[in-house]
C-alpha cells in the first residue's frame, strides 16, 4: 500500500509541475476542471439521491466540469471576476458560519436538491481560487505557499498525534485526530508563518493569525468530509487515486482553506 501510495503521489507531483510551470496557462484551467469535475463526482456518491446512478453521476460531472472550463476560457472577463466574487463571500460564509454548526450537530443531507446545492458550494469557489490564485503574482508560488498550509498541517499533526496523541478531537466523526496533533500542526503553523515573514513581499499576507485561522478551516474540511462518508457508510470517496482513495479525500482541506485564503489576500492587497 506504501509503495502504491508514494507512486500516485509522484505522478500527481510530475503532473501539477507540468502544468503550473510547463504547459500554457489554459491548461491550468482545465485540469482544475476536472478535478472539480471528479470531485463532484465522488460528492453524488456520498447520499442517496436520484443523482446516485452511474450514467447520471457522470453526465452531470461533465456538464459541471465542462460550464466551469467554459466561465474561465470563454466567458467574458467580468463574468468571472464576478462568479469568483460571489462563490468566494458563499464559501467563506459556509466554512465559517454554516459548517462549525453543522459538525456540532452532525446533520444528515437527505434532501437531493439541497445535496446538490451543497456540492456546487463546496466545489465552485475552491475552484475559482484555483484559477484566480495562479495568476497572482509572484505565480505560482502565492498559490502554491497557500495549498501547502493543510499539507504542512497534516504533517505536523501525523508526527504529533502519533507520538504524544491521547486526547481526541472528534471521536464521533474522524477517531484517529486528537488534540495533541491540533496542538503540533499549529506549531508547524507557527514557524511556517515566521519563514513567510522572512521572505516577505505578498507572502506576508500569510500572517500567523491568517495562518491560524486557516488551520482551523483545514481541520473543518477534513472533518466534514469524515462526516459525510461516515454517514454515506464509506471509507473513501471513490478509488480514483489508487492508495488515496479519491480525489475529495486529497483535496477536502483544500475546499475550505482556498477560498477564506484568497478573500483575506484580496482584502488585504487589492488584487
Known amino acids: ?17 507540468l502544468v503550473l510551470f510547463v504547459l500554457p496557462a489554459w491548461s491550468w ?45 470563454a466567458a467574458p472577463v467580468v463574468w468571472m471576476g464576478w462568479l469568483t466574487g460571489l462563490s468566494l463571500l458563499i464559501g467563506t460564509a459556509f466554512w465559517l458560519l454554516i459548517v462549525p454548526l453543522w459538525l456540532v450537530k452532525r446533520w444528515v443531507l437527505r434532501i437531493p436538491a439541497l445535496h446538490f446545492l451543497v456540492g456546487f458550494v463546496l466545489i465552485v469557489p475552491a475552484w475559482c481560487a484555483l484559477v484566480s490564485m495562479k495568476s497572482i503574482p509572484p505565480e505560482p508560488w502565492l498559490l502554491l505557499a497557500t495549498m501547502a ?23 464521533a466523526i474522524s477517531p484517529g485526530k486528537t488534540w495533541e496533533g491540533v496542538a503540533g500542526a499549529a506549531i508547524c503553523m507557527l514557524i511556517y508563518a515566521l519563514v513567510l515573514n522572512q521572505i516577505g513581499g505578498i507572502f506576508a499576507v500569510l500572517s500567523i493569525p491568517v495562518l491560524l485561522l486557516l488551520l482551523v478551516l483545514s481541520i473543518a474540511g477534513d472533518l466534514f468530509e469524515s462526516l459525510m462518508k461516515r454517514q454515506a457508510g464509506i471509507k473513501d470517496s471513490s478509488q480514483l487515486l489508487p492508495g488515496h482513495g479519491g480525489v475529495l479525500d486529497r483535496i477536502d482541506s483544500q475546499l475550505s482553506v482556498l477560498p477564506v485564503a484568497l478573500l483575506m489576500i484580496i482584502l488585504s492587497v487589492g488584487h
Open 1 to 17: 500500500m506504501l509503495i502504491t501510495r508514494i507512486k500516485t503521489a509522484a505522478v500527481l507531483l510530475a503532473l501539477v509541475t
Open 29 to 73: 484551467i482545465l485540469f482544475c476542471s476536472v478535478l472539480a469535475a471528479l470531485g463532484f463526482w465522488e460528492w453524488l456518491r456520498l447520499t442517496p439521491n436520484p443523482y446516485t446512478s452511474v450514467p447520471a453521476r457522470i453526465i452531470l460531472a461533465l456538464i459541471f466540469g465542462n460550464l466551469l472550463a467554459a466561465a474561465a476560457l
Open 149 to 171: 498550509v493543510p499539507w504542512i498541517a497534516d504533517i505536523g499533526a501525523y508526527f504529533s498525534g502519533k507520538k504524544f496523541g491521547k486526547r481526541k478531537l472528534a471521536p
